[in-house]
Each structure stands twice: as structure tokens, then as C-alpha cells.
């Protein structure tokens, strides 16, 4: 069974930072594009990030780019997320999302969720 | 960037009544069309990708249908499980996407 698990969530005050981890199983991790989406509280869906299986190519949203790095480590199938400058409105549930191919991001597994609080 | 907007936002209905979902396009996606549902609490499931394209396990009454910059989720008899909010979500512009804003299914 394809599975994925998050870890790392947390309180964190204005301008800190967090790392998010994800463990994946279950299929072969290096063949996947990977995707880290967040939900605000009481929010939508919203795209953070993605990485390529390699690794070699990365691609982030606006509301990120420049604060967030995504990486993998596909000896360990592990995905991360490096969150700098924390904001308030990053306060947001984080899911560690599979995408099925590597030309339609599409999104068929997804991890349970981290929640990340960002509050003085 | 390509913008989705779903409507309605929410809508009341009740077991057993036909149930349509639309997503609007702010340009043509070509059919890269992805429907998601999500219950309180938990990640979302797909539902459908490919515009019209059912995963496998999802129960037939749930389609999909459009073409361009219109898609709609259909239900066809809304049954008790079905409560909960659906979101669409393009990839035509792969790996970058974007979701629509969701619709909550409540029960009348």
C-alpha cells in the first residue's frame, strides 16, 4: 500500500523557521514527482511546491518562492520541506502529495497532514 | 497564472437528489482536470482526473464531464457519505496547478 507520512509540524513564532519530513512507502519514490499542498484553517487547497523524482528541478508558488525549499532523498524515499521567514497566513495544515506523473500533476496519495501554527 | 472557479460554494441537497459541480477555467486546460473530495478532518481522495476519467474503486455515480475552460462533478444520487466539500484542481500547466476555491455538499 502506497503510504506517506509527515512529521514536523509545530508552533513557531513570526520569522522562524521549521522543517517539514515526509516518509514514503509502498512505491518506488525515485519515479515520482513530489508536491507539498497546504489548507489554511477553514480554507481551500493550496499548491506549495513540487520536486521532480531526480531532485533536479523544483517549482514553488508565489506566496513561498524565495522562503520555502523543497528537497527529497530518494536513498531514504524522504521529502522535506525547509520553511524560512514564517509568516502568520503560512499557519496551515501541510500535506505531503504524490503526483502521478511527471506530466499531469495530478495527485492520487496523500499523507495525513502537519499542521503548522505560526503565532507570537 | 490560470485561475479555477468553482461554484456554488456550497449547496444543501438531500439523499438521493442529482448534484452538479462547475469549474471554471480562466483559459483552456485541454481536459487537465482533476476532481477531489475531502471530509472534515482528513486529506482529500481523488476522485477523477483526465476531465472524465474515474479512479479506479470510486462508485459510478460520481462523472465527470467539459471541455475548454468548463467541467462539472456530477453526483447522480447523492448518498450519505457523499456529504463533504469537492474541490477541482488543473494541471495543464503541469507541475504547477492550481485548485478551485471548493464546493461544501451539506444536507438539506
Known amino acids: 500500500e502506497e503510504q506517506l507520512l509527515e512529521s514536523g509540524g509545530g508552533l513557531v513564532q513570526p520569522g522562524g523557521s521549521l522543517r517539514l519530513s515526509c516518509a514514503a512507502s509502498?512505491?518506488?519514490?525515485?519515479?515520482?514527482?513530489m508536491n507539498w499542498v497546504r489548507q489554511a484553517p477553514g480554507k481551500g487547497l493550496e499548491w506549495v511546491s513540487s520536486?521532480?523524482?531526480?531532485?533536479?528541478?523544483?517549482y514553488y508558488a508565489d506566496s513561498v518562492k524565495g522562503r520555502f525549499t523543497i528537497s527529497r532523498d530518494n536513498s531514504k524515499s524522504m521529502l522535506y520541506l525547509q520553511m524560512n521567514n514564517l509568516r502568520a497566513d503560512d499557519t496551515a495544515v501541510f500535506y505531503c502529495?504524490?503526483?502521478?506523473?511527471?506530466?499531469?500533476?495530478?495527485?492520487?496519495?496523500w499523507g495525513q497532514g502537519t499542521l503548522v501554527t505560526v503565532s507570537s | 497564472d490560470i485561475q479555477m472557479t468553482q461554484s456554488p460554494s456550497s449547496l444543501s441537497a438531500s439523499v438521493g437528489d442529482r448534484v452538479t459541480i462547475t469549474c471554471r477555467a480562466s483559459?483552456?486546460?485541454?481536459?487537465?482536470l482533476a476532481w477531489y473530495q475531502q471530509k472534515p478532518g482528513k486529506a482529500p481522495k481523488l476522485l477523477v482526473f483526465?476531465?472524465?476519467r474515474l479512479k479506479s474503486g470510486v462508485p459510478s455515480r460520481f462523472s465527470g464531464s467539459g471541455s475548454g475552460t468548463d467541467y462539472t462533478l456530477t453526483i447522480s444520487s447523492l448518498q450519505p457519505e457523499d456529504f463533504a466539500t469537492y474541490y477541482c484542481?488543473?494541471?495543464?500547466?503541469?507541475?504547477?496547478?492550481?485548485f478551485g476555491g471548493g464546493t461544501k455538499v451539506e444536507i438539506k
Open positions: 502529495v504524490k503526483g502521478v506523473h511527471p506530466a499531469a500533476n495530478y495527485l492520487d496519495v
Open positions: 483559459q483552456a486546460i485541454t481536459n487537465g
Open positions: 483526465a476531465a472524465s
Open positions: 520536486i521532480s523524482g531526480s531532485g533536479g528541478r523544483t
Open positions: 509502498g512505491f518506488t519514490f525515485i519515479d515520482y514527482a
Open positions: 484542481q488543473q494541471y495543464y500547466t503541469t507541475p504547477v496547478i492550481t
